[in-house]
């Protein structure tokens, strides 16, 4: 299966989020994090994440006479590569968003379905802001969130620390207005 059709599926790319930061995780623990889905569906995903390579199994141990798995995520394989990336339709890319907002949506729920939940003091965010970018200001600003985020993936999982979702989302709403007697030049 290609990276685009196994990652965008929102149990699987929930999944792939509660994997973050080096954890290991049993479908048990999994199941805790996606409620709404049935323990079949969740086995079914992640065994089409093994697959898949994206996920592996990181070790087994006998519990109770079952064989217990923990599960790793491979980072390097759940992302979509620029080349596929390039070769996407709108249509592609379409549905790809639209899978990404809906496993967004569902993160959130569950988020704010959890007992103890205070957006405020978790410092919740979800603010949007419209920006005016030129094609180098816009490689820049994502230099420099690549810059602060990059370093944060690698985070272990801690006492001290909290899994947080962060989803950057940038699109031009707009095109650039060129003035009728100005021709346009080449990016």
């Not at 949007?128 to 200001?137: F, I, N, T």
Request: charged content about 25%.
């Amino acid at each position: 299966m290609d990276p685009l059709n196994l990652l965008a599926h929102p149990i699987r790319l929930r999944i792939v989020h509660a994997m973050g930061g080096g954890r290991l995780l049993t479908t048990a623990q999994l199941r805790t994090r996606i409620p709404e889905a049935s323990q079949a569906t969740v086995y079914r995903h992640i065994e089409l994440l093994l697959e898949g390579g994206v996920l592996e199994v990181a070790e087994e141990r006998r519990v109770r006479g079952a064989m217990q798995r923990h599960y790793r995520l491979r980072q390097d394989r759940a992302v979509i590569g620029s080349e596929l990336a390039r070769s996407l339709t709108p249509e592609d890319h379409r549905q790809a968003f639209a899978t990404a907002m809906t496993a967004l949506l569902a993160e959130f729920s569950g988020y704010l379905d959890r007992e103890g939940s205070d957006p405020v003091a978790d410092q919740v965010g979800y603010r949007q802001h419209a920006l005016w970018l030129s094609p180098a200001e816009l490689d820049q600003m994502i230099a420099e969130l690549r810059a602060a985020i990059a370093p944060r993936l690698a985070n272990p999982q801690t006492p001290e620390r909290a899994q947080y979702l962060l989803s950057p989302i940038h699109f031009p709403v707009e095109a650039p207005q060129r003035d009728a007697d100005q021709p346009a030049t080449e990016a």
